[in-house]
C-alpha cells in the first residue's frame, strides 16, 4: 500500500519525520514507538525490527494513513548508523539514524522533502486479546453491499443458538475490523468479551481495507452506513442469529453511523454509542482543533488563527468561493510556524518554498475530498430523532476528538425531541477517545499509553446489552 501525505488540524504536513528517542541495543531489535512532529504538531509511529535469517526486517505502522504492518526494504544497522526505506506512491521515505546512548535520531529523505525521525525502544509486541483457548466459535466471513465485498469475523457462543448478536461499526479513516491503533485493538477485545457473555459479535474491515474489496477514498459517512446495513443483512439470514435481536455498536463516526442504519429499520434492537457525535460535523471539526491545541499546551493566538483557518476553509467548500484566501492564509500560518523553527529544522526541510506548496495542495485536497465536503454539513440529530430502540451513549471526559459535554447535550436533545426515552448515558472519567486512561486526552498520548480500557468499561457494556436480549 502507499504511503501518502498525512494532515494535522489547521495545517498540512508531507511526509517528514521527527521525534523522541530509541534506546540503544547490540542490534536495533524489537518494538519502536515514535512521534512525527511537525511546527508544533505531532504524529505517532511505531516500528519493529527483527531477523530475516543474517539480514534484518522491519515493518512500519502510521495508523493515520491506515497503514500497519508496511514492509521496510533496505534494513542495515552499521554501529551507529540505523538504515531502513519504505516505498510509496510519492518515491521511496529513507531513514538514516545514529545511535547516541539511549536514542537513535536522524535524517528522513523522499524526494526532495527532507526531516527528522526518532524512535523509543517500547515493551514487546502483544496482541491485545487473549492467547489462551476461547470458549467459543470464530468464524471468517464475507458479505456483500451491492458489488462490493466486504470481509470480517464473526464470534459466536458455543451454545444457545440462534443467539443475539452486535455488529462493529469503526471510527474515521480506513480501518480494520479490529480498528487497530498502535498496538490496540479495541474491537477484538470488545468482541470477545461479549461473545464469552453469550453475545455473536460481527467485527469487518472497512470497504478498500484489509480483506474488504472496494474504495474507501471517495466514500462518505453514508456509504459507510450502506455497508454496515449490509452487514445486518448479513446477520439476519444466519439461522444461529436471532434476528429480532441485532444491534450495533459505532465508535466516534461509528457513532454516527449507527443511528443512521437504526433511523431507516426496524431490525435494529439497540446501538451502543461510544463517543458518538451530537453535533454539526462543521462545529464537531472546530471543537476538535480547540480541544487538541489546549490538550497540547499551544498558546491562545495559535489557538485562534487554527480557528479562524477552519472558519474560512468550511464556508469555502460550502459556497465553491474564497479558497484562494483559504490557500493565502494557509500559507500565512504554516510560514509563521516555520519561522519558530530552529535552524536545524529549517536545514532538515530544505527549500520551504517548494515545501509551503507541497504543504498547501495536500490540505486543500482533502478538504474538497467527498468526505470532507458531506461531513461539514452532517447534522446528526437529523437521525437520532428517528432512533426509536434502546440506546447506550458513552464518553470519555478526556475526549478531546469528540468532547464530551456538546456531544452529550446534543445526543440527548435529539433522542428527547424523537420522543425515545429508552437511553443510559455515561461518562468515564480520565478516558479519552479511546477509553484508555489518559492525562491530557491528547492523541500524542496514544502511542505511550497502557492498552487496557479504563474500569467498568467493558462490564457497563456487556451488562446493558445482556439485560436488553434476555442474558444474564
Not at 519558530?340 to 526541510?349: G, H, V, Y
Given at each position: 500500500?502507499?504511503?501518502?501525505?498525512?494532515?494535522?488540524?489547521?495545517?498540512?504536513?508531507?511526509?517528514?519525520?521527527?521525534?523522541?528517542?530509541?534506546?540503544?541495543?547490540?542490534?536495533?531489535?524489537?518494538?519502536?514507538?515514535?512521534?512525527?512532529?511537525?511546527m508544533?504538531q505531532?504524529?505517532?509511529?511505531?516500528?519493529?525490527?527483527?531477523?530475516?535469517?543474517?539480514?534484518?526486517?522491519?515493518?512500519?505502522?502510521?495508523?493515520?494513513?491506515?497503514?500497519?504492518?508496511?514492509?521496510?526494504?533496505?534494513?542495515?544497522?552499521?554501529?551507529p548508523?540505523?538504515?531502513?526505506?519504505?516505498?510509496?506512491?510519492?518515491?521511496t521515505a529513507?531513514?538514516?539514524?545514529?545511535?547516541?546512548?539511549?536514542?537513535?535520531?536522524?535524517?528522513?529523505?523522499?524526494?526532495?522533502?527532507r526531516?527528522?525521525?526518532?524512535?523509543?525502544?517500547?515493551?514487546?509486541?502483544?496482541?491485545?486479546?487473549?492467547?489462551?483457548?476461547?470458549?467459543?466459535?470464530?468464524?471468517e466471513?464475507?458479505?456483500?453491499?451491492d458489488?462490493?465485498?466486504l470481509?470480517?469475523?464473526?464470534?459466536?457462543?458455543?451454545?444457545?443458538?440462534?443467539?443475539?448478536?452486535?455488529i462493529?461499526?469503526?471510527?474515521?479513516?480506513?480501518?480494520?475490523?479490529?480498528?487497530?491503533l498502535?498496538?490496540?485493538?479495541?474491537?477484538?477485545?470488545?468482541?470477545?468479551?461479549?461473545?464469552?457473555?453469550?453475545?455473536?459479535?460481527?467485527?469487518?474491515?472497512?470497504?478498500?481495507?484489509?480483506?474488504?474489496?472496494?474504495?474507501?477514498?471517495?466514500s462518505?459517512?453514508?456509504?459507510?452506513?450502506?455497508?454496515?446495513?449490509?452487514a445486518?443483512?448479513?446477520l439476519?439470514?444466519?439461522?444461529?442469529?436471532d434476528?429480532?435481536?441485532?444491534?450495533?455498536?459505532?465508535?466516534?463516526?461509528?457513532?454516527?453511523?449507527?443511528?443512521?442504519?437504526?433511523?431507516?429499520?426496524?431490525?435494529?434492537?439497540?446501538?451502543v454509542l461510544?463517543?458518538?457525535?451530537?453535533?454539526?460535523?462543521?462545529?464537531?471539526?472546530?471543537?476538535?482543533?480547540?480541544?487538541?491545541?489546549?490538550?497540547?499546551?499551544?498558546?491562545?493566538?495559535?489557538?485562534?488563527?487554527?480557528?479562524?483557518?477552519?472558519?474560512?476553509?468550511?464556508?469555502?467548500?460550502?459556497?465553491?468561493?474564497?479558497?484562494?484566501?483559504?490557500?493565502?492564509?494557509l500559507?500565512?500560518?504554516?510560514?509563521?510556524?516555520?519561522?519558530?523553527l530552529?535552524?536545524?529544522?529549517?536545514?532538515?526541510?530544505?527549500?520551504?518554498?517548494?515545501?509551503?506548496?507541497?504543504?498547501?495542495?495536500?490540505?486543500?485536497?482533502?478538504?474538497?475530498?467527498?468526505?470532507?465536503?458531506?461531513?461539514?454539513?452532517?447534522?446528526?440529530?437529523?437521525?437520532?430523532?428517528k432512533?426509536?430502540c434502546?440506546?447506550?451513549?458513552?464518553?470519555?471526559?478526556?475526549?478531546v476528538q469528540?468532547?464530551?459535554?456538546?456531544?452529550?447535550g446534543?445526543?440527548?436533545?435529539?433522542l428527547?425531541?424523537?420522543?425515545?426515552?429508552?437511553?443510559?448515558?455515561k461518562?468515564?472519567?480520565?478516558?479519552?477517545?479511546?477509553?484508555?486512561?489518559?492525562?491530557?486526552?491528547?492523541?500524542?498520548?496514544?502511542?505511550?499509553?497502557?492498552?487496557?480500557?479504563?474500569?467498568?468499561?467493558?462490564?457497563?457494556?456487556?451488562?446493558?446489552?445482556?439485560?436488553?436480549?434476555?442474558?444474564?
Amino acid at each position: 500500500m502507499s504511503f501518502s501525505l498525512f494532515r494535522i488540524a489547521g495545517l498540512a504536513a508531507l511526509a517528514i519525520f521527527s521525534g523522541s528517542v530509541l534506546h540503544a541495543q547490540p542490534e536495533p531489535l524489537g518494538h519502536w514507538d515514535g512521534a512525527i512532529r511537525m511546527m508544533g504538531q505531532e504524529m505517532t509511529i511505531a516500528v519493529d525490527i527483527g531477523h530475516a535469517g543474517d539480514s534484518l526486517r522491519g515493518t512500519i505502522d502510521v495508523p493515520q494513513q491506515g497503514g500497519f504492518g508496511l514492509k521496510l526494504q533496505n534494513v542495515s544497522y552499521h554501529p551507529p548508523t540505523l538504515h531502513f526505506e519504505l516505498p510509496s506512491g510519492l518515491g521511496t521515505a529513507t531513514f538514516d539514524g545514529r545511535r547516541k546512548g539511549d536514542s537513535i535520531s536522524g535524517a528522513f529523505t523522499q524526494g526532495e522533502h527532507r526531516g527528522s525521525f526518532g524512535l523509543k525502544l517500547g515493551p514487546p509486541r502483544k496482541d491485545s486479546t487473549p492467547v489462551v483457548a476461547v470458549p467459543y466459535r470464530e468464524e471468517e466471513v464475507h458479505f456483500r453491499n451491492d458489488t462490493i465485498a466486504l470481509a470480517g469475523t464473526l464470534t459466536l457462543p458455543r451454545t444457545g443458538a440462534p443467539h443475539p448478536a452486535v455488529i462493529m461499526i469503526t471510527g474515521s479513516g480506513p480501518q480494520n475490523r479490529d480498528e487497530e491503533l498502535f498496538n490496540f485493538r479495541p474491537f477484538r477485545i470488545i468482541a470477545d468479551r461479549l461473545t464469552r457473555d453469550g453475545i455473536a459479535v460481527l467485527r469487518y474491515d472497512d470497504r478498500g481495507t484489509g480483506e474488504s474489496k472496494g474504495t474507501f477514498a471517495g466514500s462518505t459517512t453514508a456509504d459507510f452506513a450502506t455497508d454496515a446495513r449490509a452487514a445486518l443483512n448479513f446477520l439476519k439470514s444466519r439461522p444461529d442469529i436471532d434476528p429480532k435481536q441485532i444491534g450495533f455498536i459505532g465508535h466516534s463516526e461509528g457513532g454516527i453511523i449507527a443511528p443512521m442504519v437504526a433511523a431507516e429499520s426496524n431490525d435494529v434492537a439497540f446501538i451502543v454509542l461510544m463517543a458518538g457525535t451530537g453535533v454539526n460535523g462543521g462545529e464537531l471539526l472546530k471543537a476538535q482543533v480547540l480541544a487538541i491545541l489546549k490538550s497540547n499546551g499551544a498558546p491562545q493566538t495559535e489557538i485562534d488563527q487554527a480557528l479562524q483557518f477552519q472558519e474560512k476553509l468550511q464556508a469555502a467548500i460550502r459556497t465553491g468561493k474564497g479558497m484562494d484566501e483559504v490557500a493565502a492564509s494557509l500559507r500565512s500560518n504554516i510560514a509563521k510556524s516555520l519561522g519558530n523553527l530552529t535552524p536545524e529544522r529549517l536545514k532538515a526541510i530544505g527549500d520551504t518554498t517548494h515545501y509551503l506548496d507541497q504543504a498547501i495542495a495536500g490540505q486543500l485536497k482533502f478538504a474538497e475530498t467527498p468526505w470532507y465536503r458531506y461531513f461539514i454539513d452532517l447534522d446528526p440529530a437529523v437521525a437520532l430523532e428517528k432512533v426509536k430502540c434502546p440506546v447506550l451513549v458513552l464518553f470519555g471526559d478526556l475526549d478531546v476528538q469528540v468532547p464530551a459535554e456538546m456531544n452529550k447535550g446534543g445526543i440527548v436533545a435529539a433522542l428527547k425531541k424523537g420522543g425515545n426515552s429508552s437511553y443510559t448515558v455515561k461518562t468515564f472519567p480520565k478516558a479519552n477517545h479511546l477509553f484508555l486512561t489518559a492525562k491530557t486526552g491528547s492523541p500524542s498520548e496514544y502511542a505511550m499509553m497502557k492498552k487496557e480500557f479504563v474500569p467498568e468499561f467493558l462490564d457497563t457494556i456487556s451488562s446493558w446489552i445482556s439485560a436488553r436480549v434476555g442474558k444474564k
